[in-house]
């Protein structure tokens, strides 16, 4: 059985007085869900207060991205192990807006997974095809490529504890979901992937979440589906009505 995951990604939003408004919610209205696993990534600057405000509670903490050195000459970077120090857990690796607006490859993703692993921390890999590319109908292709090269060389223990995000990027911040159907199209596909890059039951114990504009009202239809494990919430993870309404209707 695979336990549903709901991420929060704040991206760039949140004061740390907003931070710690915002957890001081979610602890009260999802702070005591044991039937999934709930997680909040806020900026960095957020970190140490949000982890005070949830320590107790389920709430897990995550980052939005990380650098795969240990320490050094890397202005502006954050290694993986300050993101542990931090109280970290889950750390986002590969988002579409890394890709797009720095510059992040598969090769870049599959340093920092690999590192977060190495350090103890659980990376969530963002995987998934723009529109053009789905429209030219190369989305597997894509997510073929994204999946395999950001993956690669990971040990079956590792995958185990790595979580993989379908985010088609022309679902993000537009208000236009992935149907139900064309989510479990591509979470039933990236599984079977696993199946030939490991085995059939590291498989299907590694959970898929699908991104791209999860609100409220889609959340029931698209985790009904039998590969959809959760979901990556990006604009709706900051309200704290909202993200708590995704929560309970991922309650499968
Ligand atoms: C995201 O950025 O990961 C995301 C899915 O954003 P949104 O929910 O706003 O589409």
Redesign the pocket.
């Known amino acids: 059985m695979r336990k549903v995951i709901i991420a929060g990604?704040w991206?760039m939003n949140k004061t740390i007085a907003d931070a710690e408004v915002l957890a001081g919610s979610l602890k009260k209205s999802v702070g005591n869900v044991s039937e999934v696993e709930v997680v909040v990534c806020p900026p960095y600057t957020a970190l140490a207060a949000v982890k005070d405000i949830v320590q107790g509670s389920n709430i897990r903490l995550g980052a939005q991205d990380c650098y795969w050195e240990k320490e050094g000459a890397f202005t502006g970077e954050v290694s993986t192990a300050m993101l542990k120090d931090a109280g970290c857990e889950y750390v986002?690796v590969g988002?579409?807006?890394r890709r797009q607006f720095f510059h992040e490859t598969n090769e870049t993703v599959n340093k920092k997974a690999k590192a977060l692993l190495k350090d103890g921390l659980k990376p969530i890999v963002?995987v998934g095809e723009k529109l053009d590319e789905r429209k030219a109908g190369k989305t597997f292709d894509v997510v073929r490529d994204h999946v395999e090269n950001s993956l690669a060389g990971i040990s079956r223990d590792d995958m185990l504890k790595t979580v993989i995000?379908y985010?088609p990027v022309w679902?993000?911040?537009?208000?236009v979901?992935a149907t139900k159907e064309q989510a479990e199209e591509v979470h039933k596909f990236i599984r079977g992937l696993l199946e030939k890059m490991y085995d059939r039951a590291a498989a299907d114990s590694v959970r898929i979440q699908y991104?791209?504009?999860?609100?409220p009202d889609n959340i029931k239809e698209l985790i009904s589906e039998k590969d959809v494990d959760g979901?990556?919430?990006?604009?709706?993870?900051l309200k704290a009505d909202s993200f708590e309404q995704i929560v309970r209707g991922s309650i499968k």
Do not use: F, M, R
């Open positions: 990604n991206k986002i988002h579409s807006e963002c995000a985010e679902a993000i911040g537009t208000g979901n991104g791209g504009s999860v609100k979901a990556l919430v990006g604009g709706a993870s």
